[in-house]
């Protein structure tokens, strides 16, 4: 399980903001830059759902006001949800999905490893540990999934060795 949790899961406070939505009590969201990593924040939203039919069930971030969002792509994250201060490792993925031509928005999903919550509505902090590769539209679904699978891996694996 990647999981660590304590303090040292934000790093040096640099920058901050308030995540606010209708069903969520404020949340102050500090972040910082952990080994460099850009960090951003926001609110789990609903996505098309089409996540876990894949097998990849996807929290999607709507980013707060404030946060640069980074080039489309699949990262190796780590993400928390604050008020809790545990980090959890994650791979997520920016873009408009190519894949599916019913996508017309940029969405920010993160497939967090080894968390089977119910996030909706949560506060989520998201730290960048590494960036793998471009979006790309795949031709088909078996190859998105052999894809994302590939993705998964390599972001656990790095994970694994970022944790000092
Ligand atoms: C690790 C990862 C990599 C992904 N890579 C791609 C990609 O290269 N191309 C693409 O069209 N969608 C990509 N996606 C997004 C999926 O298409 C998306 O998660 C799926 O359609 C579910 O979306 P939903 O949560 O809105 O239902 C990726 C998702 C994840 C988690």
């Known amino acids: 399980m990647t999981e660590v949790g304590g303090s040292s899961s934000v790093g040096a406070i640099v920058g901050g903001a308030i995540v606010t939505d209708g069903n969520v009590t404020d949340a102050i969201v500090t972040g910082g830059a952990v080994s460099g990593g850009a960090v951003f924040g926001g609110i789990v939203v609903h996505g098309d759902k089409r996540g876990r039919q894949l097998g990849f069930p996807t ?8 946060f640069e969002i980074p080039a489309d792509g699949v990262y190796a994250c780590w993400v928390s949800f604050p008020p809790e201060t545990a980090r959890h490792g994650a791979t997520v993925s920016i873009g408009d999905n190519p894949t599916f031509d019913d996508v017309t928005d940029r969405r920010i999903e993160a497939f967090v490893h080894d968390l089977n919550a119910d996030l909706y509505g949560r506060s989520v902090l998201v730290t960048i540990a590494a960036r793998l590769r471009s979006m790309v539209r795949c031709d ?3 190859e998105l999934i052999l894809r994302t699978k590939e993705d998964v891996e390599r972001s656990r694996a790095l ?6």
């Open 140 to 142: 088909t679904l078996d």
């Open 159 to 164: 994970l694994a060795g970022a944790v000092a």
């Open 59 to 66: 929290a999607n971030v709507s980013v707060a006001e404030g």
